[in-house]
Nanobody, 124 residues
Framework: QVQLVESGGGLVQAGGSLRLSCLAS??????MAWFRQAPGKEREFVAA????????NYADSVKGRFTISRDNGKNTLYLQMNSLKPEDTAVYYC???????????????????WGQGTQVTVSS
């Protein structure tokens, strides 16, 4: 089994920055990702990263503002969020899978393990 624990959420003004972290424990995992879910909306893909970090993929809505990275020595996934907008307000979830295929892995069903989520609120 895999446990994922997110941290780093909070309240920030528009234009500000936050860095989310996701600590993983348990069995070996490969591809990791961030998703988010705003009130009344479906959970949506934000970004994904391959096992060694050589491949990354972003949703168009965050491209150029968010950066996904990982430190495998610390079993930690990160999401650096800059130039935050009110529409970025959501619960952010960390996800992981033991599969090594990162390309095209943007659907919820393609991930096996999920964290409990961390709230990000961006005020205007």
């Amino acid at each position: 089994q895999v446990q994922l624990v997110e941290s780093g959420g909070g309240l920030v003004q528009a234009g500000g920055s936050l860095r989310l972290s996701c600590l993983a424990s348990g069995r070996t995992i490969s591809v990791m990702a961030w998703f988010r879910q705003a009130p009344g909306k479906e959970r949506e893909f934000v970004a994904a990263i391959s096992r060694v970090g050589t491949y990354t993929n972003y949703a168009d809505s965050v491209k150029g503002r968010f950066t996904i990275s990982r430190d495998n020595g610390k079993n930690t996934l990160y999401l650096q969020m800059n130039s935050l907008k009110p529409e970025d307000t959501a619960v952010y979830y960390c996800a992981a899978t033991p599969s090594d295929t990162a390309r095209g892995r943007t659907a919820r069903s393609q991930y096996d393990y999920w964290g409990q989520g961390t709230q990000v609120t961006v005020s205007s």
